[in-house]
């Protein structure tokens, strides 16, 4: 084999000491969301190996110990031994920071971006790990162990327990890797099989015909472990047609765009649906790439362009009546998946989820140039061709009605010095880097909020009805919309393209809603919102979701608020004979008093800090629930009737301030 990897390509850059002492510095945070990087540092090379076409099934494990295995079908971690190291492949995976062969080897052509920091952090992060190859017919097994040393009574991280172990015969082909994550190290090792499922669903439309499961030990459902497995064969085609799951769509095929430039492989998916918002997600290496960059410029350019020729060339519209059509006409409604996999991605901005790479644009304007000038030109196409141009013809059209009416910029400037009396209960304080801003879900609970707060930092406004859903509405709607209105004056931020930051009135927005279906769509509608329209808010933390209590355990004059129905039984347990349990059906339920020390007291409350990923659910949740077709809805409902508790929003990979 010319590309045969050789353990000697390994290079080795530190010890697992530094990663031990500066966890977050290799796995971001301690928290859940730390643990599951663990969890996905593994798993990636593990669907890097089927990437390459080395394995089919990569198969999670959630065991109920608290340790996690996954394992894969593929050639298995080499396990010839590193002739300058004297070490096995194995052993410099698990022991040499940086190793794993992604940074020298072909093999490894993708790797990288947030991940791949190694295994070998995952190694010394853990209480113990056990890697088991199967290979050539032979079974290698080794130990590792974070352990104390005698003589210095410091943790020695990741230690070998033993050499890699020759355990004889197997039919058994890959690797199989079981880790303890140390309990020392993180605040929770408890795996949320939510979000993990979740991102395995999405691996598996940027990895199509590879198949990946995962299985919770820990929970048994009619017998059997909770278990989802995940496989498609339509790649990011069945990705966009997953996210408009529920929609009218304006044609039942995706229009595929993919190719090769270099070493550089494009792969583009785009539908549309009958809303007005423009849904692109883009992916560099599996990675989320949020804030877009390169590639989504380049496939933006390169689809206005392409379809713009389209229209001059095909004459589309014969009666010439149709104004300029822009890239924002071209992408109302528009689905799409931007994958790309990419050498060396330079991840940029404050989050890391840009992509920077110039060649990235270029690669895909011309693959998207190729490849779309070839779908429009095919005469079995002009359908869908014909149904694209319209729609962002209609789109232009009410741009240049509202741009005449001008009532978009009126409307938005309006809401600059918009009276708020009557609605909104300002704070006294007059420090934003102090401030917070409870939306109140119904009248009731938003006089006892106005009566129980710290008036000094806390505003409160209470929203009367539902919010309508932003999602199928232009802009313009949105802005008409009282409670929306009412909101965005209060923030003082502006909206879309006027949004400016430095004009926020307060640090924290607490979305303070009941804890049902009603509450839980209204945190979803204004999730949605602010993701949509002010999405800087949600990216630098500002926005937050109140837990209120759902039961008071009560014995004598000892009570205890009880914030999850998982929690009941064991507070129960505590009281002991002689308890009364007081359920809280609503958030108007609690008297001010109340309300202050459960819910609105930084000293005792919790509050879970949305994040963007939080509010892109939110946002599939919201185009679900009010999408035109009843079925995705009731199956989603059925799914996730519990979706407004702490369980799922930590599953949601929020992260709960226990403030
Ligand atoms: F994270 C990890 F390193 F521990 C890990 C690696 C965990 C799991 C579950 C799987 C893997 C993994 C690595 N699966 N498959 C591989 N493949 C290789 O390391 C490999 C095998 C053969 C060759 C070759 O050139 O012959 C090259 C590589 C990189």
Partial sequence: MTNSYQAKDIQVLKGLEAVRMRPGMYIGSTETRGLHHMLWEIVDNAIDEAANGYADTVSITLHADGSATVDDNGRGIPVD???????????????????????SSKQYQYSGG???????????????????????????????????????????????????????????????????????????????????????????????????????????????????????????????RFLNTGRDTLFQMPILMEGRVGDTQVSVAVQYNDGYSEAIYSFVNNIPTTDGGMHETGFKAAFTKC???????????????????????????????????????????????????????????AVVTETLTAYVEDLRNQKVVTA??????????????????????????????????????????????????FIVEGDSAGGSAKQGRDRSFQAILPLRGKPLNSEKKRLEQVLANEEFRTIITALGTGID???????????????????????????????????????????????????????QVKKGNKGEYVYDDAALPKVVAKFGKGYTIQRYKGLGE??????????????????????????????????????????????????????????????????????
């Avoid at 070490?87 to 995976?93: K, R, W």
């Avoid at 010095?417 to 934003?432: E, I, N, Q």
């Avoid at 209204?522 to 329209?533: E, G, W």
């Fill in 81 to 103: 031994v590193h002739p300058e190291m004297g070490i096995t492949g194995v052993e410099v995976v698990f022991t040499q920071l940086h190793a794993g062969g992604k940074f």
């Fill in 114 to 240: 947030l991940h791949g920091v190694g295994a070998s952090v995952v190694n010394a992060l853990s209480k113990r790990l056990v890697v088991e190859v199967g290979t050539n017919g032979i079974l290698y097994r080794q130990e590792y162990a974070s352990v104390r040393d005698e003589a210095t009574g410091k943790i020695v991280p990741g230690k070998a327990m033993g050499p890699l172990e020759n355990l004889g015969r197997t039919r058994r082909r890959g690797t199989r890797v079981t880790f303890w994550p140390d309990a020392d190290v993180f605040e929770t090792t408890d795996f949320h099989f939510e979000p993990i499922a979740r991102r395995l669903r999405e691996l598996s439309f940027l990895n199509r015909n590879v198949t990946l499961q995962l299985t919770d030990e820990r929970v048994k459902e009619d017998g059997k472990y909770k278990s989802v497995s995940y496989h498609s064969e339509g790649g990011i085609v069945d990705f966009v």
């Fill in 307 to 365: 379809m713009n020729d389209t229209i001059k060339k095909t004459g589309v519209f014969k009666d010439n009546k149709v104004p300029a059509l822009s890239g924002d006409d071209y992408r109302e409604g528009m689905t799409a998946v931007v994958s790309l996999k990419l050498a060396n991605p330079q991840f940029e901005g404050q989050t890391k989820t840009r992509l920077g790479n110039a060649e990235a644009r270029t690669a895909v304007e």
């Fill in 388 to 437: 694209i141009c319209e729609k962002a013809a209609q789109a232009a059209r009410a741009r240049e009605a509202a741009r005449k009416a001008k009532t978009l910029s009126r409307e938005k400037s309006k809401l600059d010095s918009a009276p708020l009396v009557g609605k909104l209960a300002a704070c006294t304080g007059r420090k934003p880097e102090l401030n917070e801003l």
């Fill in 497 to 551: 393209s006027d949004f400016n930051i430095k004009n926020l009135k307060y640090n924290r927005i607490i979305i303070m809603a009941d804890a049902d279906q009603d509450g839980a769509h209204i945190r979803a509608i204004l999730l949605t919102f602010f993701y949509r329209y002010m999405r800087q808010l949600i990216q630098q933390g500002h926005v937050y979701i109140a837990m209120s209590p759902l039961y």
């Fill in 590 to 659: 609690m008297n001010p008093e109340q309300l202050w020390t459960t819910t609105m007291d930084p000293a005792t409350r919790t509050l879970i800090r949305v994040t963007v990923e939080d509010a892109a659910e939110a946002e599939h949740l919201v185009t679900l629930l009010m999408g035109d077709k009843p079925e995705p809805r009731k199956e989603y409902i059925f799914e996730h009737s519990n979706f407004n508790r702490v369980d799922t929003f930590a599953q949601w990979g929020a992260h709960v301030d226990g403030e």
